[in-house]
């Protein structure tokens, strides 16, 4: 897909996307040998880009789905040193600069997609496009099919109505006085599930992803990743693309 020649430079690395667009309008930047001055200029991804002579290597877009541990923070770096979701790539023949899509608490195991994609990426978190997420939570004390219910009608969190869910008791464990709940959302605010069963008086004690529309990760231990085939890709972007018209209409 063509993109904007600025966006690019600084995808493949090279500076901000700022700096890029400065480099462009003072005829630093070629395209194929030819000085290029226009921001608009799009471009597919095979030409020969330099600037200032050197020239751009773009980096291939690669995509996987991780196991998530808990005790890991989304991110790419921490500034209190704790561990980080790329740390498990590290080492491994990954040289793109992958990111997490989107994000899970520290405490939260499971499904988490990493890409160097930002397009990518963003579709996948669009509030509009947002794709089908699947949590089971153990929650403190005994949570029954009707409270959870009013899970799924959408509960108050921030003045604002959580979107249609789908919820489902699992087990009660007496011992423990703790219940699983299954939980299907398409949002992704900050701390939703969590914030969604507080908003019923109930304290989550462990939380997991185990899907992330299709994809589940049961074949992955703690940790473990996998790249995605180009036919999940596809899928996903379908997904999102779908889900995106539909609220749209
Ligand atoms: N909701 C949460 O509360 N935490 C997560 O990590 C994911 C969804």
Redesign the pocket.
Known sequence: MAERLQKVIANAGFCSRRKAEQMILNGQVTVNGKVVRELGTKVEGHEKIEVGGVPVEMESKVYFLLNKPKNMISAVSDDRDRAVVTDCFSGRDVSQRIYPVG???YD?SGALILTNDGEFANLMMHPSGEIEKV?VAKVRGHITNAEVFKLEKGVNIDGRLTAPAKARVLSYDRRSDTSMVRLVIHE?RY?????MFENLGFA?RK?R?THFSFLTVDDLAPGEWRRLSNNEVRQLRELALTENKEKTQ
């Open positions: 994000r899970l608490d939260t949590y992704g701390h939703q599930v969590k914030r989550v939380l992803r």
